[in-house]
């Protein structure tokens, strides 16, 4: 068993997410990513999410049936902007690949596909980020 010590803190640290999404054929499936994530302490991930908020702005839209609607659609554009905004910031890489298996560039126009096509990947990826920096581990 390690010894623990202060002040060795890294710079990044991978993990493999496990998650289930719907594939090219309409099929729910067990996929796999590893993350090369951005190290943060508590303190720093606070400072992170103060910045993040403070930036943050919410206009709201008129109230006739096209407004709501456009709205919905600027809404989601927006949520998936956002992900693939904060994904950027908490990590440096990732090991995905494409249908022909090759290596898919950690670049913000993949991050913003990842986003819009498999949301729930990249909550996962974002959930996996917080609780590894607000409790110190990621379980399975």
């Not at 990044?12 to 990513?33: A, M, P, R, S, T």
């Not at 950690?106 to 991050?111: D, K, P």
Request: aromatic residues 8%; glycine residues 8%; charged residues 30%.
């Amino acid at each position: 068993m390690a010894k623990i010590r202060l002040g060795g803190r890294p710079k990044n640290f991978k993990h493999k997410l496990q998650v289930e999404y719907l594939d090219g054929d309409g099929h729910f499936v067990k996929g796999e990513i590893e993350m090369t994530y951005k190290y943060r302490t508590r303190t720093e991930f606070g400072e992170f999410l103060d910045d993040l908020f403070s930036t943050a702005k919410v206009t709201p839209q008129g109230q006739t049936d096209d407004e709501v609607v456009l709205s919905l659609a600027e809404a989601l554009a927006k949520t998936r902007d956002t992900n693939a905004d904060y994904i950027l910031k908490i990590a440096d890489g990732w090991d995905l690949a494409d249908d022909e298996k090759r290596p898919v560039e950690f670049s913000r126009a993949n991050v913003a596909q990842l986003c819009d096509e498999l949301p729930g990947v990249a909550m996962a990826i974002i959930n996996v980020y917080r609780s590894a920096i607000t409790e110190g581990r990621v379980g399975n």
